[in-house]
């Protein structure tokens, strides 16, 4: 097995300082940390008003009437807006079935959705105005579930439902089914020595963020609107934007302005289209900010899943089949419920060699909070059943989990259930391997010189145990997510670069449409640029909608598809530089036209190291510009029946080890440290790669031990929406998280690169139960686990 | 909403009584909270930081006088020795920024169940010292707590300090939450051995309508020390006897199911740590004492 193999591919760039493969330090590093970084909630605007939206109080219900007379009549209300308000014929919008009200017409589906909005020159009297308008609901009885969702007399979440899925849904209160069938399952079940069933439930998880939804929209003379928001995808907001407000996307400006973290919760529209509707009602700069309260409706969560699965082996431990079925609530409208189906069930059976499968997996319209992308994008919820499937089954076996992993690995060359190769390094057995064999935390670590050091026990400073009922156990896991968009999608990005010479220097500037999210591609891009150009000095120029669209942050893909993006943006500028070059000095030197030329520490050289010119003399009144799109290998759809299709661009790969102390009297979990092991392909910037690692796999811990928003079954009302009692981990909570990067270079990815930010949260979740389960001998069929479910007192 | 800056103690007393409804506040660890949910939007809000009086606390002989608004973090750091139970319960106090801020005041004002000082209050035994222009009174924390939220303050009436007793005996205190650090109570357990009264006090939070005692543990382990001599011998209490306290603790819950836990968890996780604060307070007792007698 090859080790930090070198990547491939890099004939430019290795020389210059700041270059691709350097642990460059954040742009923004700084201000965040000392809180000057200026976020979009922080935006200001002389003259602006403050808008606000009245959610609804009930999940499903008619709207009988709606009287906004006395709001309207409130002092320092400018506008009130309902659904009869809207200006143009398109009402609705969505990321792939524009099913989302702007405002909610006629019903309303989940709790919390928007009814209407009111701007007033003072955040308070907008706040005042809205509690003053009166809504009248009948209400519905609520659909939480698959049982009520597919009952004969089910009430339809959506009427009427024309949208390409419906024709192949088994009920219209189903967004989106997709069966992978490959080989024969009930066939090969007969060759099983050994099978295993188990249930499992994964709860409703938050992204999250720490900067709520927040955008500035400001009246254009031309009619138009200029938006300031924190988004993940500037053009895809745009696409549904413009359309509801009737103007052209050209009257459509859009900048993006400062990101508090997104992990997929920022990819459908949240206050965007209600602070241009109310922005154009009133001729005045809008802005809009979401409290925390606010936040937790004010987008999509991670799917809550019903996962049914059954596996096969022969006694020696290999798999003879996997049979599984996927039940996502998807809630009251799509969002990406498509495509989360689509990657739930095509990487269903995680990273394994199985010929005989026989999957399914669907999304639900429920009156449930609407869920959509979360970091992992139904890889996760998949990834926590087969893995406490594998467990279960090493058990069965009598055979060590790590072992049996490594037995039916996959590996370069391996066939997916959907039918597609695995064509770039797969090293899921190296991987576990590595990190089984990492030194383990010494046992009974709280110990110290004066007694039980409580921080490092379950319960922390809460003092619960002195080190009383406190068991270790140990866990791995390991999992597989695709990076890119999938299924067909056209995922390009587009850079636009331009070189020219400023106070004497050679200066880059890159301008892209790429969301800054926090995952570091500002860092990346400029990385990028240098080693390509030979230039120091390159500018990162803002992101927003006068350049071609950067595609999505999310599905790990920005490094490898916007990254690509300027990557070829620059090889397109350097052969126009070289041309330049050419020009101007070919007759005075023979290597312009023999030798291979390199951009490199500010000076054209050949490849053998010889100095042609200067970059700042060869510019000295020029400059190169190139906007050009750029694409990955292209996908193709799963067929509908079968789930056949090379549907996927690149996979990315990584296991944990879990290593956890439980109070078994109190069922309090302390996650002592959390291995991983994970292939990048390349690492761009080492720094950055490990901060991913560590956060991507705090936030798979989070929804191991506590993160869960809690629906009330009755009601489909939301319980906790607050920090209060939706808990994300404190750095308490946060164990250390050593870090082994493999780089085996992928041949179709630029640099050899792999999309990184995903895939450790995939493992991080099962690796956690498996080493809960290691120490108490529970079952354990459900993430979030709560100390109620470790003492039997749930 | 109004804005009330008393400069003065006496001032503070004369705005209350002018506005019964005002609502103090000091560190606005929970005030605050309230305000921005929205939950509460009080005509006045009576601001106690500019009373230097009540940032204060001063030992006597037997108690130490705790000002409203002293901050967690001056009881965790000054107070350890007399307050232990105190000095523990202040350490799980949400984050060093709030416990920089909030004070026992805050705690008895809201007098939520889930308040983290209380069962450390009722476990030491503890005054509440409520003033008001009518006058100044001493309400003993076991008559304190009212109901869900409510406490036994006249509407004209502000706290100035709390009077813990100083301890006598090793306390303990010990809290669930589901993170280790930075969360609501799930429930809460304080114990407090009292050697020269020969008594335990209780207080558990977070595990019925208000903070409480569990009494019939207390008088259960009180006749069972007593019985066996324990508090002379400084023998290890049997285990079926921390058990039986265990399950009065239990007994004395009157829980419910809600977000952050299970009525059956609260019940079940009180009696761990009653045995475990048990066993804990009793092996520091039983030190205390073989290091006199080495002593002497």
Sequence with gaps: MPTNGAPTKITQGSRTKGGIGESTLRPDGTLKVTGEFAYSSDMWHEDMLWGQILRSTVAHAEIVSIDTSEALATAGVYAVMTYDDLPTEVKNYGLEIQDTPVLAHGKVRHHGEPVAIVAA??????????????????????????????????????????????????????????????????????????????????????????????????????????????????????????????????????????????????????????????????????????????????????????????????????????????????????????????????????????????????ALYTNNPPCGAMRGFGAVQACFAYEAQMDKLAAELDMDPVALRQLNAMEQGTIMPTGQPVDSPAPVAELLRRVKAMALPPERQWESSEGADVRQLPGGLSNTTHGEGVVRGIGYAVGIKNVGFSEGFDDYSTAKVRMEVVGGEPVATVHTAMAEVGQGGVTVHAQIARSELGVTQVTIHPADTQVGSAGSTSASRQTYVTGGAVKNSCELVREKVLEIGRRKYGSYHPAWATAELLLEGGKVVTDGGEVLTDLADLLEGESVEVEAEWRHRPTEPFDLRTGQGNGHVQYSFAAHRAVVEVDTELGL???????????????????????????????????????????????????????????????????????????????HAPYGLRGIGEAPTLSSTPAVLAAIRNATGLALDRTPVRPEHLTGTA | MDFLRPASWEEALAAKAEHPTAVPIAGGTDVMVEINFDHRRPGHLLDLTRVGDLYEWEAAEDSVRVGASVPYTRIMENLRAELPGLALASHTVASPQIRNRGGVGGNLGTASPAGDAHPALLAAGAEVEAESVRGSRRIPIDEFYTGVKRNALAPDELIRAVHVKKADGPQQYSKVGTRNAMVIAVCAFGLALHPRTRTVRTGIGSAAPTPIRAK?????????????????????????????????????????????????????????????????????????????????
């Excluded at chain 1, 809205?130 to 609901?137: C, N, R, S, T």
């Excluded at chain 1, 956060?695 to 869960?708: D, F, K, R």
Aim: with cysteine; aromatic share 6%.
């Design chain 1, 121 to 362: 020159d003072h955040p308070e009297t907008a706040r005042r105005a809205a509690a003053k308008i009166k809504v009248d609901y009948r209400e519905l009885p609520v659909i939480t579930d698959e049982a009520s969702a597919t009952a004969p007399d089910a009430i339809l979440v959506h009427e009427g439902r024309d949208d390409h899925h419906s024709g192949h849904v088994p009920h219209p209160n189903i967004v989106h089914r997709q069966p992978i069938v490959r080989g024969d399952a009930s066939r090969a079940a007969g060759r099983a020595d050994v099978i295993v069933r188990g249930e499992y439930t994964f709860g409703m998880q938050d992204q999250a963020f720490l900067g709520p939804e927040s955008g500035l929209a400001v009246p254009d003379e031309d009619g138009g609107v200029h938006l300031y928001v924190a988004t993940q995808w500037l053009h895809s907001d745009l696409r549904q934007i413009a359309p509801v407000l009737g103007l052209p996307e050209s009257k459509v400006r859009m900048t993006l302005s400062g990101v508090g973290g997104a992990f997929g919760g920022r990819e459908d529209l949240s206050m965007q289209i209600h602070a241009c509707l109310l922005a154009l009602r009133t001729g005045k700069p809008v802005k809009i900010v979401y409290n925390r309260f606010e936040s937790f409706f004010g987008h999509v969560h991670r799917h809550p899943a019903k996962l049914y699965y059954e596996h096969g082996a022969t006694r020696d431990g290999r798999l003879t089949h996997v049979r599984c079925r996927i039940v996502l609530d998807g809630g009251a409208y799509a969002s990406a419920s498509p495509a989360v189906v689509g990657n739930a069930s095509s990487l269903s059976i995680g990273p394994y060699v199985v010929e005989d499968v026989d999957i399914e997996a669907v």
């Design chain 1, 669 to 747: 979990v302390k996650v002592i440290e959390l291995a991983c092991a994970q292939d990048v392909g390349k690492a761009l910037n080492p720094l950055s790669v490990i901060g991913q690692i560590q956060g991507g796999t705090t936030q798979g811990l989070g929804v191991a031990v506590m993160e869960e928003i809690v629906v009330d079954p009755k009601t489909a009302k939301v319980r906790n929406p607050s920090f209060t009692d939706y808990l994300i981990p404190t750095i308490l909570d946060t164990p250390t998280i050593p870090v082994d990067v493999l780089e085996l270079a992928d041949d």
């Design chain 2, 216 to 296: 019939a543990a207390e008088e259960f382990l009180n006749a069972a020390l007593e019985e066996g001599g324990f508090w002379d011998n400084g023998k290890i209490i049997t285990p079926s006897v921390a058990q039986r306290f265990a399950q009065l603790c239990s007994g004395a819950c009157n829980p419910i199911d809600d977000v952050r836990g299970t009525a059956s968890y609260r019940r079940h996780a009180v009696g761990v740590m009653a045995r475990r604060t048990l066993t804990w307070t009793w092996e520091s007792y039983r030190g205390a004492r073989r290091l006199t007698e080495g002593a002497a």
